[in-house]
């Protein structure tokens, strides 16, 4: 237990617990002063998600969306590529599930199949474009993967409006997806089970995307950690010439890393198309691409931390809807306690009382590495260390 | 002549325990052309960083114009009229000439910057010293020498009085060079003094008043340079240090296992780093390479290993061509590699001991076991390889980062030394490395060149160099000097020479040795 406690994941926790409590905190101060009634405002925000079953749904779906995202975003950050192209991979993803659902005539379970399928190699080859051009033309992937971004959401607008909406239609959007075509609920059809589900069902949208999200996590933690390719991933991304040194090929390392990440975006896209919207619909991703980014800095790009992070960080986007509508504090101050959070999290010297303790860790097994530096410059005689 | 600068009894020990300046006593006579020489890592570099306070001493006493003086940064040393020029050039590329050499102290008018006086002063300080630069030019359009002479600038438009050039012909052209020595006695001329950092002892012949020698962080004489020969500085440059007590089982030279033929490699600058290398490396034997540092040992290395494309050659092992092909290529012809610089290519600091162990074999079997890679397997090998090599850690899941420099280097070795190399390239294998580290390394070596590998061993240490080779080739800007079969019959002085450029076999008499 002594070891759980002293457990860098142990560690790791703490801080984004702290974090949170001290953004929470600097939240309400700001209510204070902008509302009239703080306390209710504070509550709804904090326990607004918990009230009703309709609300843990909102919860918990826009969750599930955010833990792909982050799994995305966990996986190209731990090759040291800052690609945030996420966006254009989970609506091109949304398109490539939501015609498969529409338009291919087969029967429900290989649709369902083939439209994850669709939408993951979507994601995967959208991601080659921005990686190509990184790895053989040292293009910034920041840059190219955020342009390709608008390209990605208006090439969607384009084929919406063009050749899926009706004339007639009021929206822009297509037709509803069948019943059948759509995902099930999480709740396995067991006679005890029956009432809970048919609830679930008629006042939520959470589906076995559930499942998939589990396995998702599962997947990628098993994938870094543990396969040759993880192997390869991660020493790209904590020292490229090292690994090039070690006889590593970098440049597909860089490719794979971008597409198998592009993986997850597309399954976002399917979540967004077949469980939530269960339609085509214009601006369906809502800007959540970039929280994905949130979420896998949150979790210090590690794959099992992302689903808590994804749980606490959609907690407070669905408090901030019930906030906004039952109280006159506008959902922007969630904004406020999500940037502080980050700040906290990501300002390593804020919460220095559980810094030290990996700095006494250093301690006790040698020196860091900042002396080493100086040593190479100059050589000489050393003692022991 | 009246001394300028006494630094008496300067002591520097890093905080890591490397001692880099040993008791020197440097005296600078104001007016005077002064240079310093001596190996890298003499450390006559952090003598100079000492003395313009980028470092601060660990004992001994800076005096300046008979007054005792400390330096707590170099904005001390510049307010006491001490420039310098580094190797590397701190210039804004995308400034002008004129801005470079102002920037931080900007002439003002009304409380902006005045441009036409920051044009006007840079000229008239270019016009005084003979420096010829274009004030109004952008820097990134300028070549290297023209940077350096606004570096020079920089330094006297802060009124600096005496200056110091760490090792400023390095990267010029030879009449770039010459440009630089006729600014070098303009500005003695005028009353200034410049100490120069080098080791090309043809310019100190050329250019200097006095020289004084550093060797291993201590000064081993300051003489008129009249007074010497190159050959008596060489001397001074690289006598021998005492360690010798490896005891070296007798060579059994075996098969040809390497054979290099005129590599070349020319620099992203154009400049040609390589010319037409050749020799072999046979199982069983150590060849050394003897060279002051810069002169393509690590672009050698780099285009042996995979890491750097050359410009035309041929590397044969196991009647396969090698060269341009990748590193993991390479590393499958058994070809082991310990890197010079160890942070950058050697290990991933932020990974963890076992990780940094497994880079050149985690991709097969045993490791790799259907999709997945055997952390057991990798836990159980490496713990093996922390006790074969000593390795001081407590475990094998703690970042390299956090073990010492020598401990580092162990790991390194442990893997290069594990793979069982067909052919081992070790550059600069004991560098900035403790005592027991060095010698644990330094035995290795030989053990395993005993039981049959080929060895390249390349180190900016002679004593290593000729201690552990039993051949050894020098290698001067880019080109064998010489060769020498037997390691042991050869002194110091004689290589010293050839390091240097000063003696040069021919390639008839080299022929047979390599």
């Known amino acids: 237990m002594k070891s759980f406690f002293k457990s860098k994941g142990f560690r790791e926790f703490l801080r984004i617990v702290l974090a949170l409590v001290i953004g929470l905190t600097l939240g309400f101060i700001i209510t204070l002063f902008v509302s009239e009634d703080p306390i209710n405002a504070y509550k709804s925000l904090l326990l607004g998600p918990l009230t009703r079953l309709n609300r843990i749904g909102d919860w918990l779906e826009e969750s599930l969306t955010l833990i792909l995202l982050g799994l995305t975003i966990c996986i190209v950050f731990n090759a040291s590529q800052w690609y945030i192209g996420v966006e254009g991979q989970m609506i091109l993803g949304a398109l490539a599930s939501g015609c498969v659902a529409l338009y291919v005539p087969l029967p429900p379970f290989p649709r369902i199949l083939l439209a994850f399928l669709a939408a993951m190699i979507v994601g995967a080859l959208w991601g080659l474009i921005p990686a190509l051009l990184k790895a053989y033309y040292n293009a910034n992937e920041l840059v190219t993967s955020l342009m390709l971004n608008t390209v990605a959401l208006k090439l969607f607008e384009y084929v919406l409006k063009n050749f899926i909406m009706h004339e007639k239609s009021r929206s822009v959007s297509s037709d509803y997806i069948g019943k059948e075509f759509r995902l099930g609920t999480f709740i396995p059809d067991w006679p005890f089970l029956h009432n809970i589900r048919e609830l679930w069902m008629k006042q939520t949208n959470v589906t076995v995307m559930v499942y998939v999200v589990i396995a998702a996590v599962i997947v990628v933690y098993y994938l870094l950690y543990k396969t040759p390719f993880g192997y390869e991933l991660r020493t790209v991304g904590l020292n490229a010439k090292f690994a090039r040194y070690g006889g590593i090929n970098v440049n597909k390392t860089i490719i794979l890393s971008i597409m198998v990440s592009g993986i997850f975006a597309g399954l976002a896209g399917v979540h967004i198309t077949l469980a939530i919207h269960n339609r085509l619909i214009s601006n369906m991703t809502s800007g959540l691409g970039f929280e994905g980014i949130n979420i896998a800095i949150l979790a210090g790009n590690n794959p099992l931390g992302v689903p808590i992070a994804g749980l606490l960080y959609g907690y407070l986007r669905a408090g901030a809807d019930v906030m906004e509508r039952s109280s006159d504090v506008s959902r922007e101050l969630v904004y406020v306690i999500q940037a502080m959070v980050l700040l906290l999290v990501t300002a390593e010297r804020l919460l220095p009382v559980v810094k030290t303790r990996i700095a006494e860790h250093q301690e006790e097994t040698g020196n860091g590495s900042a002396g080493h530096v100086k040593q190479i410059e100059e050589k000489g005689d050393t003692h022991v260390n | ?514």
């Open chain 2, 1 to 514: 002549m009246q001394p300028i600068i006494e630094m008496k009894n300067i002591v520097k020990i890093y905080d890591n325990g490397v001692v880099a300046n040993n008791g020197v006593n440097f005296v600078v006579n104001k007016g005077e052309i002064h240079a310093l020489v001596g190996e890298n890592g003499a450390g006559k570099s952090t003598l100079m960083k000492i003395l313009y306070g980028i470092e601060q001493p660990t004992d001994g006493e800076i005096i300046l114009n008979g007054e005792s003086v400390t330096f707590k940064s170099s904005l001390d040393a510049i307010d006491h009229k001490i420039g310098m020029v580094h190797q590397n050039f701190m210039l804004v590329p995308s400034f002008t000439v004129a801005s470079n050499v102002v920037l931080g102290s900007e002439p003002l008018k009304k409380g902006l910057i005045d441009r036409e006086k920051v044009l006007q002063v840079t000229q008239e300080l270019s016009d005084q010293f003979g420096l010829f630069v274009q004030p109004d030019a952008i820097v990134d359009s300028i070549n290297v020498g023209q940077r350096q002479r606004v570096e020079i600038l920089k330094t006297l438009y802060r009124k600096a009085e005496i200056l110091i050039l760490d090792e400023p012909t390095a990267v010029l052209t030879p009449q770039e060079t010459q440009d630089l020595f006729k600014a070098i006695r303009t500005l003695v001329q005028q009353g200034k003094t410049v100490i120069f950092i080098t080791h090309k002892l043809r310019e100190v012949k050329e250019i200097s008043d006095r020289v004084t020698v550093m060797r291993h962080g201590k000064m081993i004489g300051t003489v008129d340079t009249k007074d010497v020969t190159r050959e008596q500085m060489a001397n001074m440059m690289v006598g021998r240090e005492v360690f010798l007590n490896i005891t070296k089982p007798e060579m059994k030279r075996a098969e040809k296992r390497m054979e290099i033929k005129n590599i070349s490699f020319i620099s992203d600058t154009g400049r040609p780093v390589l010319r037409d290398v050749s020799f072999n490396l046979y199982a069983g034997e150590i060849l050394g390479i003897a060279g002051v540092e810069g002169n393509g040992q690590t672009e050698l290395v780099e285009v042996l290993t995979g890491l750097k494309k050359s410009a035309g050659g041929s590397v044969i092992v196991k009647d396969e061509e090698i060269l341009d092909h990748s590193p993991r290529d390479i590393r499958q012809k058994g070809i082991a590699h310990i890197p010079e610089d160890r942070l950058t290519n050697g290990v991933a600091v932020r990974a963890s001991i076992e990780e940094n162990l497994i880079v050149d074999r985690y991709f097969r079997a045993p490791y790799k076991k259907g999709f997945m890679l055997d952390y057991k397997l990798v836990d159980s090998k490496s713990n093996e390889l922390i006790k074969q090599f000593g390795i001081l850690t407590p475990n094998a899941k703690l970042p390299v980062g956090s073990l010492s420099g020598g401990n580092m280097q162990k790991v390194i070795v442990a893997r290069e030394f594990s793979s069982n190399p067909y052919v081992l390239i070790a550059s600069q294998p004991t560098r900035g490395i403790d005592v027991g580290a060095t010698e644990f390394i330094r035995e290795e070596l030989v053990k395993i060149r005993t039981s049959g590998c080929a060895i390249l061993l390349v180190s900016a240490d002679l004593g290593e160099v000729m201690s552990l080779s039993d051949r050894i080739v020098t290698l001067y800007e880019g080109k064998i000097t010489g060769v020498f079969p037997k390691a042991a019959e050869v002194s110091e002085e004689e290589l010293g020479l050839y390091m240097l450029g000063i003696k040069q076999q021919t390639y008839e008499e080299m022929e047979k040795f390599l």
